[in-house]
């Protein structure tokens, strides 16, 4: 199966994914020799019911009447989902697997495409360039010029981009963005291919787990012999990146998570524990490297005593940082019972083949006769995501029975407990974006919104 690698970048209306939505959509495909062969672009007009964020508008200069005559979400997701789940391809770009991944998972989820088959499926994966700069900069740092600011070290794509001078254009375009992190991955690449396949090694879920399984045993508590590791990532920027950490095994409901105990915070009883216990999810940061004489000139003297004095502590408390371990190895976020139908997934487990062939069939038929599969939808939420696709997209067709079925007005919580911006909070937070420094363009964009906000504040929506 021939291998491509799919750069991407998204614009948003926000941050909540459950809630808000794709405005603008960039991708570069490119072979193994990261050459382009495929450039892919989608606009995406604002959805009926999305409440944009002010700060999200400033950033990347998207105003809510931009894309009225672009196509609708639902259009765009089908698109996407084909284009990440085409066969072979490794998808990423920067910082994609802290949040770009995440918020396309949610849109394929409420647009009832399955979220996961472009991790694993008919060769398909996922990278992602943020997570190998802290080891690049630690490892190969003449692999380009590293921007400071303020006597520290920017990982900021902009800031990256400014400093080595290689492309023109504004920042949060979507475009821009990818073809900037793909110029930073092919200077990554020619520096040191040899560095650079095996940083990208990280992100292949059996060669992980096989470099924890190899990592060395670091100490020996009572019966318990322990793995260390140095963790790799731009989390800990204050360390340089970098913080020693012992393997306490896998997640019991969750096994692709592995359990890490920070060793450079002085431990005690009354330590934070759910922060000093990390978990980190195999092929995704924190990169991660044997502790051992060899990498422990990365480490400063100060997380190196209290690493020792940590092991220490360790003797003395060993059934206690078991009980603790065990605790957050059991640990799973509970149910809520108001989480919104589109903010479920991690809720209601996963759906099924059978689950998905109705959906392929909905979106396979005319509206006339989407409106008559509502009620033969596989669950009560699908049957809703089913209405509010045709809510959101088909205005024209929606009735009485559709807008019941919808829900659009009995909106829940999402998967950690946040509420969709309610227009009162972004009238709030508009007001406070427009008195800082803006440009007299951004300005405009958000005072579009303001007036937005107001038409919908007074029922005087499209």
């Known amino acids: 199966m021939k291998k491509t690698f799919l750069f991407y970048d998204l614009e948003t209306s926000g941050l909540r994914k459950a809630f808000d939505q794709v405005l603008q959509y960039a991708a570069l495909r490119v072979d193994e020799n990261l050459e382009i062969v495929e450039e892919i672009e989608y606009k995406v007009r604002l959805n009926p019911d999305t409440i944009p964020s002010p700060e999200a508008i400033a950033t990347h200069g998207i105003g809510v009447d931009d894309f009225n005559d672009q196509m609708h979400e639902s259009m765009a997701m089908c698109h996407i989902h084909q284009i990440h789940n085409q066969p072979g391809t490794i998808s990423g770009g920067y910082n994609t697997l802290g949040f770009d991944d995440e918020f396309l998972r949610f849109s394929f989820y409420r647009n009832l495409l399955n979220p996961y088959t472009h991790q694993f499926s008919n060769g398909c994966g996922r990278f992602d360039i943020y997570p190998m700069m802290p080891f690049y900069y630690l490892y190969a740092k003449d692999a380009i010029k ?160 209290n690493m020792e004095s940590n092991f220490k502590w360790i003797d003395r408390n060993l059934l206690f940082l078991q009980s603790m371990a065990r605790q957050q190895k059991d640990r799973t976020l509970p149910p809520l019972d108001d989480c919104d139908p589109d903010a479920r997934i991690y809720q209601d487990g996963f759906r099924t083949r059978d689950d998905y062939q109705w959906a392929d069939e909905f979106y396979q038929s005319m509206i006339t006769h989407k409106l008559d599969m509502i009620d033969s939808a596989p669950s009560d939420i699908m049957a809703t995501q089913a209405a509010r696709i045709i809510y959101r997209n088909y205005p024209n067709n929606v009735n009485a029975a559709v807008r019941k079925v919808a829900k659009m007005d009995q909106k829940g919580c999402d998967h950690l407990g946040q509420y969709p911006l309610s227009v009162k909070e972004a009238i709030t937070r508009t007001s406070k974006v427009l008195e800082t420094d803006l440009s007299p363009e951004t300005r405009h964009k958000v005072a579009e919104l303001m007036s937005f906000l107001k038409e919908r504040e007074h029922g005087k929506t499209d």
């Open 146 to 305: 590293w921007p400071m600011i303020n006597g520290k070290v920017s990982l900021k794509l902009d800031n990256i981009n400014q400093e080595n001078n290689w492309l023109k254009g504004r920042a949060h375009d979507a475009m821009h963005d990818v073809r900037v992190t793909l110029k930073l991955a092919q200077e990554m690449r020619d520096f040191d291919r040899e560095k650079w396949a095996y940083a990208m090694g990280y992100f292949d879920k059996a060669t992980d787990l096989d470099r924890i399984v190899q990592l060395p045993s670091v100490k020996t508590f009572g019966a318990d012999v322990l793995k260390g590791g140095l963790l790799i990532s731009g989390l800990f920027a204050k360390d340089r990146f970098v913080k020693p950490a012992l393997y306490l095994g896998a997640h019991h409901h969750f096994k692709n998570q592995g359990l890490w105990l920070i060793l450079d915070e002085p431990l005690s009883e009354g330590s934070n524990w759910h922060k000093l216990i990390m978990k980190k999810k195999l092929a995704e940061a924190p990169f991660v490297l044997p502790l051992g004489e060899r990498f422990d000139s990365l480490l400063s003297e100060e997380q190196i005593d």
